[in-house]
């Protein structure tokens, strides 16, 4: 089959789309059909992605997201002048226009994995997420990841008892710390 511009093509009569990667844009692939799976293959017969099979009279479409992604996060300054980004979920477009372009192409690198682990799905809770907390950093997009599919759970706060004895605040004099960082470093003991 041919595949368009944006490495997606369609079968029974353009009723059902299936993505390939945008390395393989305007391309001929050979595509393997058995009753559950549609397989994508290169010109030397190699696996490229495999989508589960659509059936029925409407149209639908099948979008692995992974290669896309991967894709975009090598060449992250491109991703606006792509026909990915135009693709992409608007919370997630949203959220990437509203990122600097300097952490761009790592926090499209950190969507690749969190699909790669646990599909689109998640990497899109994740954004949603994220644009909730209004943050757009890589370390926080991956803590709210853990956050939302680690099996690890949210404690609520511990409620202390009354017979817990005060400490007493204890005071410390930097005064001497002062006197050796001013003399640069050097203790006269």
């Known amino acids: 089959v041919q595949t368009n511009g944006w490495g997606k093509f ?3 009569k353009g009723l059902h789309e299936y993505s390939v990667s945008p390395r393989h844009t305007n391309t001929v692939v050979t595509v393997k059909l058995t009753s559950g799976t549609v397989t994508v293959l290169d010109d030397r017969m190699q696996e490229i992605i495999t989508h589960k099979r659509l059936y029925g009279e ?7 997201w992974l ?4 894709y975009v996060s090598r060449h992250p300054r491109s991703l606006m002048n792509t026909g990915i980004f ?3 979920p608007v919370n997630m477009q949203n959220y990437l226009s509203g990122c600097e372009s300097t952490q761009r192409g790592k926090i499209l690198k950190i969507l690749s994995e969190l699909t790669e682990r646990t599909g689109f799905e998640s990497a899109l809770q994740t954004v949603d997420q994220a644009i909730t907390y209004q943050v757009r950093d890589v370390d926080s997009l991956q803590n709210l990841y853990r956050r939302l599919y680690a099996d690890v759970p949210e404690l609520p706060p511990m409620n202390l008892q009354g017979n817990i004895p005060k400490m ?3 005071s410390a004099d930097l ?6 960082l001013l003399k640069g470093g ?3 003991g």
């Open 58 to 64: 409407e149209h639908q479409e099948s979008m692995e």
């Open 168 to 170: 007493k605040q204890l």
């Open 86 to 88: 135009s693709m992409m």
């Open 186 to 188: 050097v203790a006269n």
């Open 175 to 180: 005064a001497s710390y002062d006197l050796v």
């Open 10 to 12: 369609t079968l029974n």
């Open 67 to 70: 290669p896309y992604l991967n």
